[in-house]
């Protein structure tokens, strides 16, 4: 029987939509595919072959069977926020989209957890039950929109994770589907730390590539009894740089410690959320500290001193709720706030030791010198994650592939002070290479071999996480002539 | 895909131009789009997102299909018009958007290509055909229609026709709407005819023009009645320029952009001699405050735009800025607030309206979670995509606290589409105009009206 509505030929596509069972669960016309050719990272793009909107775990399991028995390419997507890639269907993918299976099926306030379904907005969770005096503390900037189940996929992090974690931490079981069409349960109670290997910390973070991720029982946290916020401002970066690092030495641990530099604040300030920031400082502290309400104040002067020894010009606590509420919007708005200085941007995401803050942002510098294109950076400063945002004119000749390397050299910048290539937004499509910085081809392979445990045709989500699968097999035969080399 | 030559074509930035399957004048403005992202922070404020789920009804996906015509990826054919058409044009992405891209000033003008490339046949072109060029701008003829349903209202026919079951011959969104039709009164166009002037009850502070509205003044002239009120007893001195007619905002909203500066240039010249345009319908507001849009290849044009909108103010906002007095009397009621999009998303008066309210001795407001939500209305989005309209209503309707008596709003195709929502969902709240409260409150301080 096929399904009213649908107007193809094309056998897949009307056996995909007899699995979702309504002309509306499914897209395949070129005009409504487009809209889906990338996601929140814009530089590659790749029409997929369509688009299906599963409503529960057994139509995804079923959409993954048929894929896998007619080795059609697929991936799983969210809101496709992601910034780097990971839902861009490269090979012409049938896009699996999960913002249909949006509901949250369970809260267990005793237990402190909830179970959600893939396609439920960050934000809403914590929207739902914050009135019991709950939320769920991974907050991405993007939680107004992003999904959880993409935040499992990339391990999404956010301002307050310098304190509460990464999404990792707060994940305590998985519903997922195998790339064959199998349904599994890992953590099926939502007890934390179970024996075994830890199955839940490889599928969180592992960016589609193993499963698709199905229902999500989730740690939830009671709100801190008080907040308070700090902005701070400063002349020279250096001087932001290590108030940072004093305030952690300081035996503070802030929930959250964010830093903006000079043309950053310029792209926030033109935006839509400005809040008056001045236009000729360096860099600009956000500090957050909560807890039980007694001490706080006691850390918040702790703070002022800090700031005030490091020649800081104007530091203060917020007024009230509606101020610290605009000083966030303002932050977690920057990456889009860009669009208001630039008509396109690559965001970066590396990861270095505080204490290497000034020599990086110097090095920064130098690459935007050097490239010609400007890199406003917004960064976690607290855990040494920045993000250096290049900006730059996809239009003019040549500056989508200039920002490219510029990112690629932050990143280097960062992997040789013993840093990483990325903190929270995920491989995907645009740090494959770079993963060569901080892996051999030896430890590359060692993931490669577990992606095939789970994934061994490689239809799920191909081409991402690692570097281009060609390149990969030759290293694998060139390990193999030398280990025949060695034995004989 | 594009074939290769077409991509070496893209590499010569001279080439791109004319790639672009815009073929039109007054074409989607690159400017607009360059600003966006495609971050996705505008998913989750879109109400046809949140009810497909799909991206080619979202905000960016909009934004990125629109470019890619201009890019030459796609062609303006009906699969295109689909996802743009299907846009409410409420703008609640421009608020969430955290580089400003203007979404709604781009669908405006995608809008125009197509309309201007696939004219509109059949029943939708009839339909729009009927209503936006034949009745909106003629005064007359809407007065007739007016008088028309006074009749049909007054002369027993209304209870005729739904007592005999006649009205299920009509699609059911009309019947829906016939439920909720206003009672029709006397347009204040026509009751203040002969006066030049009308003076404030007390010391004059300063002259306003007041735009009645087409649609408004036949269907709503109470309102417009007690705007008139609101505006005299707060030193307004109140004229109602002759020459002015509908603000346009239907027909820029269905692509007729030429309609639309039509329009724009009779109000331009109609509010010549006034310092300030007073406006009570928030989607008029923000039609007249974006006049300039229209006349982007106009230099001498947008000039006299730009000095137009600079003198638009909504009501709430003009009484808000200009002090009014707090009324005296109690009204005793409990309200919920409703931010019609074209105020909040399109003009950014969110708190003036509120304070409004909230200074009516006895008013009590309950909170609306997501009140600036669309509710489906959108111009004639009701009357053209019902499907649509109605699954955004439901959506809305679930956000109406049940224990208020009242819902006020600054808009009357709001005010129409949430009667229709207390209707279907069975609930009691009476429908109001923001400034009808104050005037009731001054009513009743004055001893007049009893409520």
Same mark, same amino acid.
């Given at each position: 029987?096929?399904?009213?509505?649908?107007?193809? %030929?094309?056998? #897949?596509?009307?056996?995909?939509?007899?699995?979702?069972?309504?002309?509306?669960?499914?897209?395949?016309?070129?005009?409504?595919?487009?809209?889906?050719?990338?996601?929140?990272?814009?530089? #590659?793009? #790749?029409?997929?072959?369509?688009?299906?909107?599963?409503?529960?775990?057994?139509?995804?399991?079923?959409?993954?069977?048929?894929?896998?028995?007619?080795?059609?390419?697929?991936?799983?997507?969210?809101?496709?926020?992601?910034?780097?890639?990971?839902? @861009?269907?490269?090979?012409?993918?049938?896009?699996?989209?999960?913002?249909?299976?949006?509901?949250?099926?369970?809260?267990?306030?005793?237990?402190?957890?909830?179970?959600?379904?893939?396609?439920?907005?960050?934000?809403?969770?914590?929207?739902?039950?914050?009135?019991?005096?709950?939320?769920?503390?991974?907050?991405?900037?993007?939680?107004?929109?992003?999904?959880?189940?993409?935040?499992?996929?990339?391990?999404?992090?956010?301002?307050?994770?310098?304190?509460?974690?990464?999404?990792?931490?707060? @994940?305590?079981?998985?519903?997922?589907?195998?790339?064959?069409?199998?349904?599994?349960?890992?953590?099926?109670?939502?007890?934390?730390?179970?024996?075994?290997?830890?199955?839940?910390?490889?599928?969180?973070?592992?960016?589609?590539?193993?499963?698709?991720?199905?229902?999500?029982?989730?740690?939830?946290?009671?709100?801190?009894?008080?907040?308070?916020?700090? $902005?701070?401002?400063?002349?020279?970066?250096?001087?932001?740089?290590? &108030?940072?690092?004093?305030?952690?030495?300081?035996?503070?641990?802030? &929930?959250?410690?964010?830093?903006?530099?000079?043309?950053?604040?310029?792209?926030?300030?033109?935006?839509?959320?400005?809040?008056?920031?001045?236009?000729?400082?360096?860099?600009? $502290?956000?500090?957050?500290?909560?807890?039980?309400? &007694?001490?706080?104040?006691?850390?918040?002067?702790? @703070? $002022?001193?800090?700031?005030?020894?490091?020649?800081?010009?104007?530091?203060?606590?917020?007024?009230?709720?509606?101020?610290?509420?605009?000083?966030? &919007?303002?932050?977690?708005?920057?990456?889009?706030?860009?669009?208001?200085?630039?008509?396109?941007?690559?965001?970066?995401?590396?990861?270095?030791?505080?204490?290497?803050?000034?020599?990086?942002?110097?090095?920064?510098?130098?690459?935007?010198?050097?490239?010609?294109?400007?890199?406003?950076?917004?960064?976690?400063?607290?855990?040494?994650?920045?993000?250096?945002?290049?900006?730059?004119?996809?239009?003019?000749?040549?500056?989508?592939?200039?920002?490219?390397?510029?990112?690629?050299?932050?990143?280097?910048?960062?992997?040789?002070?013993?840093?990483?290539?990325?903190?929270?937004?995920?491989?995907?499509?645009?740090?494959?290479?770079?993963?060569?910085?901080?892996?051999?081809?030896?430890?590359?392979?060692?993931?490669?071999?577990?992606?095939?445990?789970?994934?061994?045709?490689?239809?799920?989500?191909?081409?991402?996480?690692?570097?281009?699968?060609?390149?990969?097999?030759?290293?694998?035969?060139?390990?193999?002539?030398?280990? %025949?080399?060695?034995?004989? | 895909?594009?074939?290769?030559?077409?991509?070496?074509?893209?590499?010569?930035?001279?080439?791109?131009?004319?790639?672009?399957?815009?073929?039109?004048?007054?074409?989607?403005?690159?400017?607009?789009?360059?600003? !966006?992202?495609?971050?996705?922070?505008?998913?989750?404020?879109?109400?046809?997102?949140?009810?497909?789920?799909?991206?080619?009804?979202?905000?960016?996906?909009?934004?990125?299909?629109?470019?890619?015509?201009?890019?030459? =990826?796609?062609?303006?054919?009906?699969?295109?018009?689909?996802?743009?058409?299907?846009?409410?044009? !409420?703008? +609640?992405?421009?608020?969430?958007?955290?580089?400003?891209?203007?979404?709604?000033?781009?669908?405006?003008?995608?809008?125009?290509?197509?309309?201007?490339?696939?004219?509109?046949?059949?029943?939708?072109?009839?339909?729009?055909?009927?209503?936006?060029?034949?009745?909106?701008?003629?005064?007359? =003829?809407?007065?007739?229609?007016?008088?028309?349903?006074?009749?049909?209202?007054?002369?027993?026919?209304?209870?005729?026709?739904?007592?005999?079951?006649?009205?299920?011959?009509?699609?059911?969104?009309?019947?829906?709407?016939?439920?909720?039709?206003?009672?029709?009164?006397?347009?204040?166009? /026509?009751?203040?005819?002969?006066?030049?002037?009308?003076?404030?009850? *007390?010391?004059?502070?300063?002259?306003?023009?007041?735009?009645?509205?087409?649609?408004?003044?036949?269907?709503?002239?109470?309102?417009?009645?007690?705007?008139?009120?609101?505006?005299?007893?707060? *030193?307004?001195?109140?004229?109602?320029?002759?020459?002015?007619?509908? !603000?346009?905002?239907?027909?820029?909203?269905?692509?007729? =952009?030429?309609? *639309?500066?039509?329009?724009? /240039?009779?109000?331009?010249?109609?509010?010549?001699?006034?310092?300030?345009?007073?406006?009570?319908?928030?989607?008029?507001?923000?039609?007249?405050?974006?006049?300039?849009?229209?006349?982007?290849?106009?230099?001498?044009?947008?000039?006299?735009?730009?000095?137009?909108? +600079?003198?638009?103010?909504?009501?709430?906002?003009?009484?808000?800025?200009?002090?009014?007095?707090?009324?005296? +009397?109690?009204?005793?009621?409990?309200?919920?607030?409703?931010?019609?999009?074209?105020?909040?998303?399109?003009?950014?008066?969110?708190?003036?309206?509120?304070?409004?309210?909230?200074?009516?001795?006895?008013?009590?407001?309950?909170?609306?979670?997501?009140?600036?939500?669309?509710?489906?209305? +959108?111009?004639?989005?009701?009357?053209?995509?019902?499907?649509?309209?109605?699954?955004?209503?439901?959506?809305?309707?679930?956000?109406?606290?049940?224990?208020?008596?009242?819902?006020?709003?600054?808009?009357?195709?709001?005010?129409?589409?949430?009667?229709? *929502?207390?209707? /279907?969902?069975?609930?009691?709240?009476?429908?109001?105009?923001?400034?009808?409260?104050?005037?009731?409150?001054?009513?009743?301080?004055?001893?007049?009206?009893?409520?």
């Amino acid at each position: 029987m096929a399904v009213k509505g649908i107007k193809t %030929t094309d056998r #897949h596509i009307l056996n995909l939509a007899n699995i979702v069972g309504d002309a509306r669960s499914i897209i395949y016309h070129k005009e409504d595919l487009i809209a889906y050719d990338c996601d929140g990272f814009t530089l #590659h793009r #790749h029409l997929p072959k369509a688009v299906v909107f599963p409503n529960n775990t057994e139509d995804v399991a079923a959409l993954v069977k048929y894929c896998s028995d007619h080795q059609l390419p697929f991936l799983a997507r969210g809101a496709g926020t992601g910034l780097s890639g990971g839902a @861009i269907p490269l090979n012409g993918e049938v896009i699996i989209s999960l913002v249909k299976m949006k509901k949250l099926l369970s809260v267990d306030f005793e237990n402190r957890r909830a179970v959600v379904q893939p396609g439920f907005v960050n934000l809403k969770l914590t929207n739902s039950i914050s009135d019991k005096g709950y939320y769920y503390a991974p907050d991405p900037s993007s939680q107004y929109c992003c999904t959880i189940g993409g935040n499992v996929a990339e391990n999404a992090g956010g301002a307050h994770c310098l304190k509460y974690g990464v999404t990792t931490n707060h @994940i305590l079981g998985l519903e997922v589907v195998l790339p064959n069409g199998e349904i599994i349960e890992i953590g099926a109670n939502g007890i934390p730390d179970e024996p075994g290997y830890d199955l839940l910390g490889l599928l969180t973070g592992s960016e589609g590539t193993l499963g698709i991720v199905t229902k999500i029982t989730v740690r939830i946290l009671k709100n801190p009894e008080s907040k308070k916020t700090v $902005l701070a401002y400063f002349d020279k970066v250096e001087d932001g740089s290590q &108030a940072v690092s004093d305030i952690v030495s300081a035996g503070i641990v802030p &929930a959250a410690l964010e830093m903006m530099d000079k043309t950053a604040i310029e792209g926030v300030e033109a935006a839509a959320f400005p809040v008056g920031h001045p236009k000729d400082i360096e860099a600009v $502290l956000l500090i957050e500290v909560d807890g039980i309400e &007694a001490g706080l104040d006691e850390q918040i002067n702790q @703070i $002022l001193d800090v700031c005030k020894n490091r020649n800081v010009r104007e530091v203060r606590a917020a007024k009230d709720e509606a101020e610290r509420g605009r000083w966030w &919007a303002n932050r977690k708005t920057g990456f889009g706030a860009m669009g208001a200085i630039s008509p396109d941007y690559l965001v970066q995401d590396g990861v270095i030791p505080r204490s290497k803050l000034p020599e990086v942002l110097n090095k920064i510098n130098k690459i935007s010198e050097e490239s010609g294109l400007r890199i406003a950076n917004i960064f976690h400063a607290g855990d040494g994650n920045l993000h250096p945002l290049v900006l730059f004119d996809a239009r003019i000749p040549g500056q989508s592939a200039k920002a490219l390397e510029a990112g690629s050299a932050c990143l280097q910048a960062c992997a040789d002070v013993g840093g990483t290539i990325t903190g929270e937004h995920g491989v995907g499509i645009e740090k494959r290479e770079e993963m060569r910085f901080v892996f051999t081809d030896e430890e590359i392979i060692a993931q490669t071999d577990i992606r095939e445990v789970f994934n061994p045709d490689n239809l799920l989500n191909a081409g991402k996480l690692f570097p281009m699968p060609g390149r990969c097999v030759e290293i694998k035969r060139d390990l193999k002539e030398k280990e %025949t080399a060695i034995t004989s | 895909m594009m074939s290769l030559l077409e991509a070496e074509l893209k590499k010569d930035p001279a080439c791109t131009t004319s790639l672009s399957n815009y073929l039109a004048k007054d074409h989607p403005d690159e400017s607009k789009w360059a600003d !966006c992202v495609h971050c996705g922070m505008c998913l989750e404020s879109c109400p046809t997102y949140e009810i497909t789920g799909q991206e080619q009804h979202s905000p960016r996906g909009r934004v990125h299909l629109i470019k890619s015509v201009a890019e030459g =990826r796609l062609s303006l054919n009906e699969q295109f018009m689909d996802p743009v058409f299907a846009c409410l044009d !409420c703008r +609640a992405c421009t608020t969430a958007c955290p580089a400003d891209v203007e979404v709604g000033g781009l669908i405006e003008e995608a809008r125009g290509q197509i309309r201007q490339a696939m004219p509109l046949t059949g029943v939708k072109g009839a339909v729009s055909k009927v209503f936006l060029q034949g009745l909106f701008p003629h005064q007359n =003829r809407l007065n007739k229609l007016g008088s028309l349903l006074r009749f049909y209202q007054k002369s027993g026919m209304q209870k005729v026709v739904r007592k005999s079951k006649l009205i299920n011959i009509m699609p059911q969104h009309l019947v829906d709407m016939e439920a909720i039709m206003p009672e029709v009164k006397e347009p204040v166009r /026509k009751k203040y005819k002969d006066v030049n002037v009308i003076k404030s009850k *007390g010391e004059t502070k300063r002259e306003v023009a007041f735009l009645t509205g087409c649609v408004m003044d036949v269907m709503f002239s109470d309102i417009n009645e007690a705007s008139i009120n609101v505006l005299t007893r707060n *030193g307004n001195d109140v004229t109602i320029p002759k020459n002015q007619t509908c !603000c346009g905002a239907l027909h820029v909203h269905a692509g007729d =952009r030429d309609m *639309g500066r039509k329009l724009a /240039k009779q109000n331009i010249e109609a509010f010549k001699d006034s310092d300030k345009v007073i406006v009570n319908a928030a989607g008029c507001g923000c039609a007249l405050k974006e006049y300039p849009e229209l006349f982007r290849d106009d230099p001498e044009w947008h000039e006299k735009a730009e000095e137009f909108s +600079a003198k638009v103010e909504d009501i709430s906002k003009h009484l808000y800025d200009t002090g009014y007095e707090i009324p005296k +009397a109690e009204l005793k009621t409990r309200i919920t607030y409703h931010d019609a999009c074209h105020l909040a998303h399109g003009q950014g008066i969110r708190q003036e309206p509120r304070d409004l309210l909230l200074n009516i001795p006895g008013v009590e407001m309950v909170h609306m979670p997501n009140s600036d939500r669309c509710c489906g209305s +959108a111009g004639i989005y009701n009357i053209t995509n019902p499907e649509m309209a109605s699954a955004v209503l439901d959506n809305k309707m679930q956000n109406v606290p049940e224990d208020v008596e009242m819902i006020s709003m600054g808009n009357p195709g709001c005010m129409l589409q949430m009667a229709m *929502g207390v209707q /279907k969902h069975g609930r009691t709240q009476k429908i109001v105009h923001t400034v009808q409260l104050l005037d009731w409150a001054y009513q009743k301080e004055d001893g007049k009206g009893e409520r």
